[in-house]
């Protein structure tokens, strides 16, 4: 049996739906990554740019999310609406920003220089 921590009253308790000590509903969380809420990072106005980023941070083994703001194919060509946003778990935050730096500090045609 797998125990697990009330997040109401803190007890040691058998994997359940309803604490036993408190009668809260336990949350239950399958992915670990999931216990951190995401964070916005970085915005960029390309895809391309994104998933570069994106690689990069992979490569770092941070997981990424990125949502893009591209809802209608008008806004494609619209530079201030194409917002593309990239997300990574709060708890990579630090790594992330570092990489994030670094690319953009050696951002010129070595594209393959990491
Ligand atoms: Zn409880």
């Not at 336990?26 to 915005?43: G, R, S």
């Not at 997300?87 to 070595?110: C, F, H, K, L, W």
Request: glycine residues 4%; contains cysteine.
């Amino acid at each position: 049996m797998i125990k697990i921590k009330c997040q109401i009253c803190n007890s040691e308790i058998e994997d359940t739906t309803t604490c036993p000590v408190c009668g809260a509903e336990i949350e239950h969380n399958n992915n670990e990554e999931e216990q951190y809420p995401w964070l916005l990072i970085y915005t960029t106005n390309t895809l391309m740019n994104a998933e570069m980023f994106k690689v990069n941070l992979e490569s770092a083994g941070i997981p990424v999310q990125i949502l893009s703001q591209f809802d209608s194919p008008h806004q494609l060509t619209v530079g201030n609406l194409a917002i593309v946003k990239i997300y990574v778990p709060s708890i990579y935050e630090t790594d992330a920003r570092e990489i994030i730096e670094q690319i953009e500090s050696g951002n010129s045609m070595n594209d393959n220089e990491v």
